[in-house]
Nanobody
Framework: QVQLVESGGGLVQAGGSLRLSCVASGRTFSIYAMGWFRQGPGKEREFVAA????????YYGDSVKGRFTISGDHAENTIHLQMNSLKPEDTAIYYC????????????WGQGSQVTVSP
């Protein structure tokens, strides 16, 4: 099993920035990709960003392109999400997730980190 632990959420005003981090532990050799999803109040879970380790490639959801940046350190099994130009609609619980292979879905999730953006 893989354990994922997020940190770094909080409250920020619109236009501000926050940085989320996620550390994976346990069976970390079984990680093909790591990513971020979010679920806002009354909304379905939404893909935010992801990266694959080999090759190192990043992916973004349309709503965050140009504002959010995902990065990671494979040796430390850690990923980060730098969130800039935050908007109230970015308010959500942000979840870190793991994907074992290229063909499988994300199947392990962290406990979530609350991000609240005030107008």
């Amino acid at each position: 099993q893989v354990q994922l632990v997020e940190s770094g959420g909080g409250l920020v005003q619109a236009g501000g920035s926050l940085r989320l981090s996620c550390v994976a532990s346990g069976r970390t050799f079984s990680i093909y990709a790591m990513g971020w999803f979010r679920q806002g109040p009354g909304k379905e879970r939404e893909f935010v960003a992801a990266l694959t380790w080999e090759p190192y490639t990043t992916y973004y959801g349309d709503s965050v392109k140009g504002r959010f940046t995902i990065s990671g350190d494979h040796a430390e099994n850690t990923i980060h999400l730098q969130m800039n130009s935050l908007k109230p609609e970015d308010t959500a619980i942000y979840y870190c997730a793991r994907k074992r292979t290229a063909t499988e879905n994300f199947d392990s999730w962290g406990q979530g980190s609350q991000v609240t953006v005030s107008p």
